[in-house]
């Protein structure tokens, strides 16, 4: 055994209890209620981080709840990291399904049970525990350090990216790590190198200036469904690819390691069908894997439609109106804003004959990626070999997490996402827990990581 | 001036005096508050029936409001009519639009105002009128007469189809004679010869057993939405025919007489698009005018469309469900079951891939039409021209009046529809009234006919 581990081993208890004192405080964003207690869970990273030897640190207050930064730089010729995490939780309702209390934290079966013990506090005090016992242990750090730790992560980090912008200088860096993600499985770590954006568009077609009886006016005058119907089945084509011109002269395809390691994966369409109570997996791209379309390929959705009488019974109605929402999950290197503009053209060139189309543009997510083969991923994978005895699997998600692209491009580093979660651990639902085995490990990693870089 | 045209006028005053006591009673068939006033009504008209002459006067109860049925059989040789009206009334708000009150009729610039005044209880008086002038001026009449005046007709009549069919033998006749309609115009009568049916379908489409996230599954699995959107494109084809197979093989083409009618009524198609806010008319059928679109051909209408999030913002939800509802307004001879089926069928065999089709039907009314070259008609029309001095205009309307057709296919005979309203009589609406020269000119036009057939 290392004298790491060693030493990890001696202060495991310690560490845990000093977990379960943060995990005690009810941190949760969303509620205008519990906004001190989100503020005793800054003051408590505040003193943990002096405590530990952190220098700099400091409450940044914003229009929402604050964001504790600190540093330690004292390695001129050594690489500098910056931490990022979240000290805020998700509501805990339906409270009556936890085992044990929400914010009571409970060791059974070697996992710790309270909301915030994997996401993400758990995982960011990790960073924490590493920078403490290399200190402890060698009296200073092999790289320099910079944290970053916000209380707004689970409302959509409203105020981050302002600071991000305004802070650049401070919070410069070399690489960027994050653990607020999953490992692949129990012993098989992760790193998710790639998350989609985002883009999302609404619109709104208009005939007459009224609904009209289908009684006086049907089979002479424009009905709005129809045109919408009309208008929406151009978008994709009959393969399932976005109809839209230019959409993906910019989508990065994946290369041949990376075709490899997700089919490598093994993914189990059977049993995927069998829960989702689906037939076929046919939606998207049929030329591409299920694997790939979720994770590697952009795509447009109309996530929502409606348009005329949708109460019990008949309505002869013809509608003089018929709306649509649409999103696009987009991949590296396509411009979220651009995007939307190239389908906002083409719903306005295909708006059919006798309405108007009007479309509106709203949110908008860079799509984020660090190639599997820069530095700072393959020296993580390193670090998760060492402490695991397992190459970690490459992960790309298909979802979107703005605030990782935002660290990416205002900073320009590369991000690593470095998860200890395992995906059952109930994350933003009842009796949400940690395994102590990722505990000990995460230290260990990302103190190896920190060595290595 | 004939006899009759004298002696009516001598009466005038005192007819329309007996129409107000009518108009005065609130018969509202669709407030319950209004039960008692409703069978008040009734006991006018009955009691009114009785003092002119009429035999076998009763009041048949139903489970809603009663229908009165009464007869007049003497001439063995003679054709028998049946005379179909209403004696209940819309409900009158907002009452504050009214300038005098919906039930104390009021006559101002020889127009008699009130709640009923045109639909149906002026209408339906004349009726009685002319019987009860035939019968003072001559002792008999030239036919023999039956009524069957109901109480529910503004609440869709939901009793009297299963009366007509229980009293075949009963209201046996060779024409059923119904003044419920408009004129064309000031001066120039119309009669309606056909009405379009109607038949209804609710379409449901499921994917997933659950609505599912856009990160996790966008790209993978189907979106209701985008499967209902492709289905519901196939409905028309590019010329907006109905794309339903067999869905025109029983529709009755218009003669070239129809169609030179409907030239020669002057439709203004810049004044309709100006009023209904559209720059171009292009529901429907390319290849037929709008005045044939909306009155003698068949449609398929979207009346209401949904599936997902229609809440304000983003939702990166991918629906697991969508749905629409559909009518079909139908002309001679389409059989609304039988198309409803066809429908169906078309949905059922063009469900994609990958999800599950529901399709419910609902309503069905049958189409009417009496040829305009039917004897019946001509008659009506002989007897407009003696009294209007001009031969009347020929309609087809596009709405659904199912009653109509009820009488049509029950009793086997045809329905002449002898309106006597102006399109602008604010019929279910505030000011209702009735133009007294159609007062006079209906009660005449009504002798005539029963003395030219």
């Known amino acids: 055994m290392s004298q790491l581990s060693e030493f990890l081993s001696n202060n495991q208890n310690k560490n845990v209890e000093e977990l379960k004192e943060l995990l005690r405080i009810p941190s949760i964003s969303s ?20 405590q530990i030897g952190m220098e700099h640190v400091e409450i940044i207050q914003t229009k929402g709840h604050p964001i504790i930064y600190a540093d330690l730089i004292h390695q001129e010729n050594a690489p500098t990291v910056l931490v990022y995490g979240h000290y805020d939780v998700q509501p805990v309702d339906p409270v009556n399904l936890w085992e044990t209390p929400p ?45 970053c730790i916000e209380g707004e992560e689970e409302i959509g980090s409203p105020n981050l990216p302002h600071f ?26 992760a790193i998710t190198y790639s998350l989609r954006g985002l883009c999302s568009l ?37 393969n399932g690819k976005v109809n ?44 591409h894997p299920y694997s790939e379309r979720i994770s590697s390929r952009p795509t447009l959705e109309i996530n929502g439609l409606w348009g005329g009488f ?24 396509q411009d979220p ?14 708006a059919p004959k006798g309405c108007t189309v009007k479309v509106s543009v709203g949110d908008v997510g860079n799509p984020f990626l660090t190639p599997i083969d820069s530095p ?38 590369p991000v690593v996402l470095m998860g200890f979660g395992l995906p059952d651990e109930n994350l933003h639902a009842p009796n949400e827990h940690f395994h102590l085995e990722n505990f000990d490990k995460g230290i260990l990693t990302i103190c190896a990581f920190l060595e290595l870089i």
């Open 164 to 189: 991000l912008t305004k802070s650049k200088e401070k919070l410069s860096c070399d690489v960027v790590v994050i653990s607020d993600s999953d490992m692949w499985d129990k012993g098989i770590p």
């Open 103 to 147: 914010f009571e934290p409970t060791i059974r079966d070697e996992k710790i049970f309270a909301r915030g013990a994997t996401d993400d506090k758990g995982q960011m005090f990790l960073h924490i525990k590493a920078v403490e016992t290399l200190l402890e242990l060698n009296g200073k750090l092999p790289v320099n350090i910079k944290f």
């Open 31 to 50: 509620l205008s209620e519990h906004k001190e207690d989100v503020q005793k869970a800054a003051s408590w990273i505040l003193n943990k981080l002096k």
């Open 376 to 413: 700072m991923i393959q020296k993580a994978a390193e670090a998760y070999k060492k402490v695991y005895e397992k190459s970690p699997v490459y992960k790309r998600e298909g979802g979107s997490i703005p605030i990782v692209s935002d660290f990416s491009q205002i900073l320009n580093v």
């Open 310 to 333: 949708q109460g019990e019974g008949t309505k002869t109605v013809i509608p003089n109106e018929a709306h649509a929402k649409i999103t696009c999950r987009l991949v590296n290197n």
């Open 202 to 238: 609404e619109v709104s077609l208009k005939t007459a200036n009224s609904d009209l009886h289908s009684g006086m006016y049907g089979g002479g005058v424009q009905n709005a469904n129809h045109l919408l119907v009309q208008l929406l089945s151009t978008l994709h084509d009959s």
């Open 337 to 350: 804003k651009k995007i939307q503009e190239l389908v906002k053209k083409h719903l306005d060139e295909h």
């Open 244 to 287: 839209v011109e230019h959409f993906y002269d910019e989508v990065m395809v994946l290369t041949e390691f990376e075709k490899e390691q997700i089919k490598a994966l093994g993914f189990d369409e059977e049993k995927l069908k069998k829960s989702l109570g689906l037939t076929d997996l046919v939606g998207g791209e049929k030329n």
